[in-house]
């Protein structure tokens, strides 16, 4: 079993940056493509960033195309998402997953293991 546990979270003002680490204990996380989802309040949870296992491909949804990056340290078992302009439309619960696809996916569904979520608040 995997236990994933983001930090990093908290209330930014628009336009600043913040950084989220996700840490995995119980397995190797570099035997998994990892991605970031997020979830505001009243909408569903929706994809963000993932990176493949060998962290050679990754994938980003349009809305934070050129201001969100993913990477990961499979030495320290750790995935690591860096926002910076941001706005208060980004404001939600942050979750970094794990999948066993190694190219890494969008769909949440293919995801085996979730983080519990840490809050990001992006004031105006």
């Known amino acids: 079993q995997m236990r994933l546990v983001e930090s990093g979270g908290g209330l930014v003002q628009a336009g600043g940056s913040l950084r989220l680490s996700c840490v995995g204990s119980g397995r190797t996380l570099s035997s998994y493509g990892l991605g970031w989802f997020r979830q505001a309040p009243g909408k569903e949870r929706e994809f963000v960033v993932v990176?493949?296992?060998?962290?050679?491909?990754?994938l980003h949804a349009d809305s934070v195309k050129g201001r969100f990056t993913i990477s990961r340290d499979n030495a320290k078992n750790t995935v690591f998402l860096q926002m910076n302009s941001l706005k208060p439309d980004d404001t939600a619960v942050y979750y970094c997953a794990a999948t066993g696809n190694p190219a890494g996916t969008l769909y949440a569904y293919e995801y085996d293991y979730w983080g519990q979520g840490t809050q990001v608040t992006v004031s105006s």
């Open positions: 990176i493949s296992k060998d962290g050679s491909k990754t």
